[in-house]
Every structure is written in structure tokens, then in C-alpha cells.
Nanobody, 126 residues
Framework: VQLQASGGGLVQAGGSLRLSCVAS????????AGWFRQAPGKEREFVAAISWVGGSTSYSDSVRGRFTISKDNARETAYLQMNSLKPEDTAVYYCAVTEIPIPASDSDDAHLYDYWGQGTQVTVSS
């Protein structure tokens, strides 16, 4: 499975961006897609996840209510709509997918994801 993330950029605080993650290869085996981010000098952190079948979602507390994860199964694409962006959202954003079902309660565990995209930079200016 190959993942291609895109949509990052520079935006002012309060603005919006939409990230895309296109999957190719053995995508029929994907069970969940997640977005993680890593800011300079900080550890990678969970942002949001969505199950490929059913579409149940989960979010980190820091983005809940501002970010929305969605998917288009026909296009094998997951999206992350980011609204009301804050300078602290500045990071490299990575998409990832799993090949086995994982409980929603574990969707924030990066170790459970099998494939990762290359990352896309999001910079929010104050």
C-alpha cells in the first residue's frame, strides 16, 4: 500500500486547509485511516482516525470540533478538513492506514498502523 498526502501549506490563524491522503496498491485490505502530526522538537501525536468500513471517527481533544476526518471509498482517499487553525497546529501531518481492524479506543496508537505517507507541512501564522 502506498499513501500520498497533500494539501498542506501556509495559512493564517483562523483559516482552513483540507488535507488529502490517496491510497494505492492493496487498498482492499485497509481497515482504518488515521492522521498524525509532528511538530519540531515534539513527539508524533494522534489527530484523527476513521474506519474504512462504517466510517466511525475519533479525534484528539486538541482538534475535536475544529477538524473533520472523512473518506471517499471509491477514490481510496481520506481527508482531513481543518478549520479554525491555530499556530499550535503547525506540524508535519502524516496519514496512515491499518490492515487489521482496531478498536476505536486504540485508533490513536501509531504502532497499530501498517503504512505511512510521506507527510505534508502545515504552517499556521499568528
Amino acid at each position: 500500500v502506498q499513501l500520498q498526502a497533500s494539501g498542506g501549506g501556509l495559512v493564517q490563524a483562523g483559516g482552513s486547509l483540507r488535507l488529502s491522503c490517496v491510497a494505492s496498491g492493496r487498498t482492499y485490505s485497509n481497515y482504518a485511516a488515521g492522521w498524525f502530526r509532528q511538530a519540531p522538537g515534539k513527539e508524533r501525536e494522534f489527530v484523527a482516525a476513521i474506519s474504512w468500513v462504517g466510517g466511525s471517527t475519533s479525534y484528539s481533544d486538541s482538534v475535536r470540533g475544529r477538524f473533520t476526518i472523512s473518506k471517499d471509498n471509491a477514490r481510496e482517499t481520506a481527508y482531513l478538513q481543518m478549520n479554525s487553525l491555530k499556530p499550535e497546529d503547525t506540524a508535519v501531518y502524516y496519514c496512515a492506514v491499518t490492515e487489521i481492524p482496531i478498536p476505536a479506543s486504540d485508533s490513536d496508537d501509531a504502532h497499530l498502523y501498517d503504512y505511512w505517507g510521506q507527510g505534508t507541512q502545515v504552517t499556521v501564522s499568528s
